[in-house]
């Protein structure tokens, strides 16, 4: 099961750190871009997180790179942040996305 843990800098409203636990599947996709999308409408500038990942498939990584080019061409900063369990790295990797983080 995924978990979103959200925190604004309360100096900086344009920036939100978003950060992701859990599962990273395409069960969750939607959930994920809809909670995503809406917090790049509302900020210029987000971080996300991912920490402690169980599980992440093609579908996840897949959404993380749309989510970011989409707001590159918005003229929004969305950057991500990954632990460094080997679980993570390994699935990166392979899957050849960690030029994601």
């Not at 996709?29 to 500038?45: D, G, P, R």
């Not at 169980?54 to 590159?72: E, F, H, P, Y």
């Amino acid at each position: 099961m995924m978990s979103f843990t959200v925190r604004s800098d309360s100096a900086n409203m344009q920036k939100v750190n978003i950060f992701i636990e859990g599962d990273l599947i395409v069960r969750d996709a939607a959930e994920i871009k809809n909670a995503l999308v809406n917090f790049l409408q509302n900020h210029n500038q987000a971080d996300v997180y991912l920490h402690n990942i169980s599980r992440i498939d093609i579908a996840g990584l897949q959404l993380l790179a749309a989510l970011k080019k989409g707001a590159v061409i918005s003229g929004k900063t969305f950057q991500l942040f990954a632990d460094h369990s080997i679980y993570l790295q390994n699935i990166l990797a392979i899957s050849g996305y960690n030029n994601l983080f």
